[in-house]
Every structure is written in C-alpha cells, then in structure tokens.
C-alpha cells in the first residue's frame, strides 16, 4: 500500500476502484484480481510514514480516494495530521470529471476539507481533465466547491493520441483551467504500458504540441511541465532541437539523479525515454 520513492513523497495506495476505467491507464495491474498494491487497510502505511521525518507529502491514489467513503477519508486525514512532518495531503483524483456531485452532494466531505486543510498544512486535489469537454458545468461547480472548501486544486493529464494531441484541444484545456482555479501542473507523456499503445504519442511529436499549446495561452496557462513518469524519475522533457532532445530529471529516485541534465539524439520515433540513445559528451552539442 506505500510506494516510497522520492525523498519527500510517499504514496498510499488506498483504494483499488475507479469511477471508471481508463484504457490508457498505466496501472491497470491494480485492478486484476492477484494484484495487492492497493489497500483498504492503511495502517501500516501510517507506521512507515511517522516513521519517516523527510516525508513532507502524501499522495493518496489507487484506484481513486474519492470513491472512499467520507468516513474513511477523515480517518486517513485524521491520521495524517497526526503525524507532524506531513505538511501536504495530495489526492489524485477523476471524480471532478467522472461524476463531479461525489463533491458537490456530501457536506461532510466539505467540513473535513476544512478541518484538515489548514493554512499551514494544505490538502491538494489533483484533478485529471483531459480534454476541455470534461469541463462541464458540474465539474467546474465541484472544482470551486473543493476551493472554497480550503483544496488548492491543480491538474494533470497524459497526451492521449485522438484525445488530446492537438495544440488547439490542450491551449483550450490549458486556459479553461486556469481560469476555473485548476491550473496545469503536469502534463505526461504516455507510459508504455500492455494495450496502450493505440493512444500514444511519439516524444518529439508530443513535446511540438505541448510547446505550441503554451504559446497559444496565457499567464498561469503556461506553467505546466512536459514529463516521463520513468522508473528513475520524472524526467522533463525541456527542448527539442535538429539533432537532440533535452532533458532533466525533476524528481529522481537516486538523489545523484536529481536535476541532471541529459543530451539525447533525436529520435523521431521514440515514445520512451528508453529508447533514447545519450550523447556520450555533452560538449559535442555545441
């Protein structure tokens, strides 16, 4: 139920249930009947967590915590603020999209959102909107319900081939959100997972589109980073040029990774960032 990777970051996997099942999810292991990762029962969990004072961030993810009931919610919240080196609850989340009265219709998941985000130890929905038709009336409603619950509320989304894979869909997408107070914080490159591959995106490809979608928008529109969920790390996917790709580790496994930066030869075809092959020497570049 814990995935410790990064320093600061721990994810517990909560619940193994979606409001539905995406078919470019990259975890769709989770969901087939021998698979443990995720659990209801948390508590150990919470051991690791206490026991863990660089630990300043908790994802809660799955499956989706927002098809847990409220009770069970404020147990984990409850649990989490006990443990005094949390300073951010994270909850990822399709909910908004999916079936956005899960928010608007249960007051007693409004006051726990204003019990336990506090001005000093915050709760962030991280919402997934993929294309600017999830942006109904009712999930916009249920976004600034959570903010003036006290929920900071920031978006991310794979690029989806026949989705969202277009500089007109994702600069919509971009600034609808930022206007709605759930600006753009990551926006991946599809993961090569088994039966994905009709929705995903060649890296060169996708990193021409996300740079025309940011110089369409505006402000808070363009703060989104481009990156690879890899086993290593998030690498960010900086700059694309004639012969090479540019790239930076923004989050690491290994902390000798942390913000190094890479040169790659281009490759047009590449989806991963497996499939890459490194300059031996950077100073080659110039």
Known sequence: GVQHKYTDTVLLLCNEVCGAYCRYCFRKRLFMDEND???NDVSEGLKYIAAHPEVTNVLLTGGDPLLMSTRRLVEIFSALR????VKIIRMGSKMPAFDPFRVLNDEALHEAFRTYSTPEQRIYLMAHFDHPRELTAEAIQSIDTCIKNGVICVNQCPMIRGINDSPE???ELFERLSFMGCPPYYLFQGRPTAGNEPY???MVRAWTIFQEALRRGSGLARRARFCMSHETGKIEIMAVDEKHIYLRYHQAKYASDLGRFMVCHRNDEAFWFD???PVEAAASVF
Request: charged fraction near 20%; hydrophobic fraction near 40%.
């Open 37 to 39: 990762e995720a659990t």
């Open 82 to 85: 006990e443990i005094p080196h």
């Open 169 to 171: 869909v994702l600069s």
């Open 200 to 202: 995903e995106v060649p």
């Open 275 to 277: 499939q890459l092959q």
